[in-house]
Structure formats: C-alpha cells, structure tokens
C-alpha cells in the first residue's frame, strides 16, 4: 500500500506522462490500467476492473468503456477535446447487466 506521500508523487508522475495524450480509444485501457496500478496500488487490475461492460439503456444495450463493481463506478473515457454533458444522462439511465439479469 502506498503512503499518502507516494501517492501524491505517483499521481505527479501520471498526470505529467498522461497530460499530452488525446486519443480516447487507442490509450484509455493503458491510462486506467497505468492509474489504478500506480497511484491507488492496485495489484491485480485485471480483477478489479472490467472493459467494454454491457449495460442496459432504455430498449438497448451499449457498452460502457469500463465498470470498477467493488466501487459501482461507471466510466466513460473521453479525449480531452471531447465535450461529456451527453454522457452525464446516459450513465443515470444504466442498468448494470450481470448474470442474473442479463436481457
């Protein structure tokens, strides 16, 4: 586990490597992977978050970029020049689809 000093460099060190990338699909599992791994010390990223979630949203289903279910978290990864207010609405109206209550 990482003290809250190392963290705090760790998070420095992610946001200088991060701050010139702009492309939202060819990166965004690397920066969740490269976040969760160095900043919050996550071990086994590959258990703790899940890529490309089905969901339910209104008649259909779509896939959120990625889903942390110890936390309910829902992620939608943008670029940086890409605007979020569509997203904000669209993740209220998910419905997390598990094996209980897959349509």
């Avoid at 190392?6 to 992610?14: E, G, R, S, T």
């Avoid at 339910?56 to 110890?70: E, G, H, N, W």
């Amino acid at each position: 586990m990482l003290t809250t000093k190392q963290q705090a460099a760790a998070a420095k060190a992610f946001a200088k490597k991060w701050a010139t990338e702009g492309s939202e699909k060819q990166k965004d599992q690397s920066f969740w992977n490269h976040l969760l791994e160095s900043v919050y010390g996550i071990e086994k990223v590959e258990d703790y978050i899940v890529y490309q979630k089905p969901v339910k949203l209104k008649r259909s289903t779509q896939y959120i970029d990625a889903y942390i279910p110890a936390t309910r978290v829902l992620i939608e990864h943008k670029s940086a020049d890409k605007p979020l207010d569509c997203h904000m609405q669209r993740n209220v109206e998910y419905e997390i689809i598990t094996e209980g209550n897959r349509s």
